[in-house]
């Protein structure tokens, strides 16, 4: 094992998905038990995409399957989940949200700068999201976060107006499901995978083999 595969996660996740909050959590709980911390290899994932048009705008009229009954359940397990990892939430769900133009933008980041500049921005839209409730699909928004990152906000909008980095998440998101991510957050280590915000210690066997 090389010692950059020993350091390094994969994490498909969708900002607009309280699972992969709480998963991060998880995964920040498991790093501080660690000597060396692990590096995120962060993978867009679209919860979204059956409902999306071929413009990329959401068809909310669509049928995904998910009934009153579903939200209701997600939601309570969400509060366990808050409670179990001691995370402070303004939302429980989140179903009027986009977050295809943070995906763009947090592609563009992780693309283009380093992983500590990535991870703020990245921390940013989850918490600007979850913790104060704000529309993470809204583009002054997220330059005001890249701002605050150390990213140019002019490469943040043209980023967005990028039709080809479009294109490129958009791919990003078929390629997850051709390795066989059906839903998020999802952990990927060596071959082996955890799906859903596990726990510290299922992450630690995950990486660890312990």
């Not at 998905?17 to 911390?37: A, I, K, M, V």
């Not at 413009?55 to 997600?74: F, L, P, S």
């Not at 366990?80 to 933008?105: C, F, G, H, N």
Request: charged content about 30%.
């Amino acid at each position: 094992m090389s010692q950059q595969e020993s350091e390094r996660i994969t994490v498909y996740s969708d900002y607009v998905c309280p699972f992969c909050y709480l998963g991060r959590h998880s995964l920040n709980q498991y790093q501080e038990t660690r000597e060396e911390e692990l590096e995120i290899d962060w993978h867009p994932f679209d919860l979204r995409s059956q409902k999306r048009n071929p413009d990329g705008t959401i068809d909310h009229a669509v049928d995904d399957g998910k009934d009153d009954d579903y939200y209701a359940q997600a939601k309570e397990n969400v509060r366990r989940l808050q409670e179990k990892y001691d995370v402070e939430m303004d939302l429980d769900i989140a179903t009027d949200i986009d977050s295809l133009p943070a995906q763009i933008a947090s592609y563009y980041v992780k693309e283009h700068y380093d992983q500590a500049t990535w991870l703020d921005f990245d921390v940013a839209i989850f918490e600007a999201l979850w913790q104060e409730g704000k529309d993470i699909g809204d583009e002054e928004l997220l330059v005001e976060l890249a701002e605050d990152a150390g990213v140019a906000g002019d490469e943040i909008r043209s980023a967005l107006d990028d039709e080809s980095l479009r294109a490129e998440v958009r791919e990003q998101f078929t390629e997850a499901q051709q390795h066989g991510v059906t839903g998020v957050p999802t952990f990927a280590y060596e071959g082996y995978a955890a799906r859903g915000a596990v726990p510290p210690e299922q992450l630690r066997r995950l990486v660890e083999g312990t």
